[in-house]
């Protein structure tokens, strides 16, 4: 079964340190999406992209956010300068489309910002 | 978004079938009205979906309402690896919908040996 590819499983940063957080889709699906969940909290919308470009973003999706598909194929999440806050757990998602379909969601990247 | 209302807890023996129950009242007809879950340490998995009527997966069963203001989802046979919080969430499917999925807390379920 096709599968939602997240790297890395874990990262630990410093405080102000730039973060890639990568994630490959499923390869036809169209519409990709950015979640967090901070420990023992919901899990939170952060980001809706399609036809390259973001369709909605979440209050949490502030300047320090960024989301790019670079190669047709990985969908990354850049944290500016990260803060202890954004220390959750980041999971990617796709979906072919908005229709009658179920999303597929990566095992999530673990980021500790210490 | 229409919100969803879940027991914070349930609790199955193992091999017995699991009702697990979602209240949603405000439910608009572009609404599907989907279930997912999330063991411990995973990100949520895709468990079954549905507009209208009853669904059969080879995870589930999603039994919904005939006024669709309320649904639930049915594990025939739980083991101890179903043992996870599931999330019944209504995901708007109108052109003007980005297509985001907004999490409630789940009903988070044991599952007894």
């Known amino acids: 079964e096709p599968e939602v590819t997240q790297t890395p499983s874990h990262q630990v940063t410093q405080m102000g340190q730039e973060v890639i957080l990568r994630c490959v889709p499923i390869?036809?699906?169209?519409?990709f999406y950015w979640y967090r969940q901070i420990l023992g909290q919901k899990v939170e919308f952060l980001v809706s992209?399609?036809?390259?470009?973001?369709?909605?973003k979440s209050e949490i999706f502030d300047d320090q956010f960024s989301v790019e598909r670079p190669d047709g194929s990985n969908f990354t999440l850049k944290i500016r300068s990260t803060k202890l806050e954004d220390s959750a757990m980041y999971f990617c998602?796709?979906?072919?489309?908005?229709?009658?379909?179920?999303?597929?969601f990566g095992s999530g990247t673990r980021l500790t910002v210490v | 978004d229409a919100k969803t209302t879940q027991p914070n807890s349930m609790e199955s023996n193992e091999e017995e079938p699991v009702h697990l129950p979602c209240n949603h009242s405000?439910?608009?007809?572009?609404?599907?009205i989907h279930w997912y879950r999330q063991l411990p340490s995973q990100g949520p998995e895709y468990v079954i979906h549905g507009l209208t009527s009853n669904v059969n997966n080879r995870m589930a069963s999603l039994a919904i309402a005939e006024d669709r203001k309320s649904s639930t989802l049915i594990l025939h046979r739980a083991t101890l690896r179903d043992a996870a919080v599931y999330y019944c969430?209504?995901?708007?499917?109108?052109?003007?919908?980005?297509?985001?999925?907004?999490f409630g807390q789940g009903t988070t379920l044991q599952v007894k040996p």
């Open positions: 992209f399609y036809n390259n470009e973001i369709s909605e």
């Open positions: 390869s036809n699906h169209l519409y």
């Open positions: 969430i209504l995901r708007d499917v109108s052109s003007s919908n980005t297509g985001k999925l907004i």
């Open positions: 998602a796709s979906i072919w489309d908005r229709g009658d379909y179920g999303y597929t």
């Open positions: 405000t439910i608009s007809g572009t609404d599907y």
